[in-house]
């Protein structure tokens, strides 16, 4: 069973650093690409960054360019979400998420729980 | 604002069939498969629907894609009281070279 569990949320003031982390486990951690979407509160769901399987190629939105930064370790099945120079707007349950694939098309397939993270003075 | 245009809400009586519309651009849903996801109260989205209109293993043949130009749409038949929740589109944008979402559609069964 394929398993995703965030950590590292909380409270943090205005620009501020927090490191998340997903541990993942069900899955060959290694042959996926993984993401961080999130959500804010009365706000629709936003793609925030994602990491190709091996780590060699990352994507970020634009808003988090140079504040954010997506790293894994394969070896031990982790994701992390690197996050500096916070600010309000940043506010949202993170979500980790697993890349799905079926007959060569990928997608957002399985998502963690989520960890709060909240950006205020 | 987000790039894909959901209504903010939709209701039904249980039984009937609702649907949920979700309009895009050339560069999205035109040209690129469309995602569902449902979010049940407190928890995390989990995919209804992928490449347009196929269910994952599990999903009951209630809920239906379909897509149509630059829009994508979500039906929901013989509506339930479990089927309350948020629903949510999602596509890869070609010129953002990014996943998109639309706002979201709270969907309230009377």
């Known amino acids: 069973e394929v398993q995703l569990v965030e950590s590292g949320g909380g409270l943090v003031q205005p620009g501020g650093s927090l490191r998340l982390s997903c541990s993942a486990s069900?899955?060959?951690?290694?042959?996926?690409?993984m993401h961080w979407v999130r959500k804010a509160p009365g706000k629709g769901l936003e793609y925030v960054s994602g990491i190709s399987s091996n780590g060699g190629n990352t994507y970020y939105t634009e808003s988090v360019k140079g504040r954010f930064t997506i790293s894994r370790d394969n070896s031990k099945n982790t994701l992390d979400l690197q996050m500096s120079s916070l600010r309000a707007e940043d506010t949202a349950v993170y979500y980790c998420v697993k890349d799905d694939c079926t007959n060569g098309v990928c997608y957002l397939g399985y998502w963690g729980q989520g960890t709060l993270v909240t950006v205020s003075s | 604002q987000s790039v894909l245009t959901q209504p903010p809400s939709a209701s039904g009586t249980p039984g009937q069939r609702v649907t949920i519309s979700c309009s895009g651009s050339?560069?999205?849903?035109?040209?690129?498969?469309a995602y569902w996801y449902q979010q049940l109260p407190g928890t995390a989205p989990k995919l209804l629907i992928y490449?347009?209109?196929q269910r994952p293993s599990g999903v009951p043949d209630r809920f239906s894609g379909s897509k149509s130009g630059i829009s994508a749409s979500l039906a929901i038949s013989g509506l339930r009281s479990e089927d309350e929740a948020d629903y949510h589109c999602a596509t890869w944008d070609a010129s953002l070279s990014g996943w998109v979402f639309g706002g979201g559609t709270k969907l309230t069964v009377l």
């Open positions: 050339s560069s999205n849903i035109g040209s690129k498969y």
């Open positions: 069900g899955f060959t951690f290694s042959s996926y690409v």
């Open positions: 490449r347009d209109n």
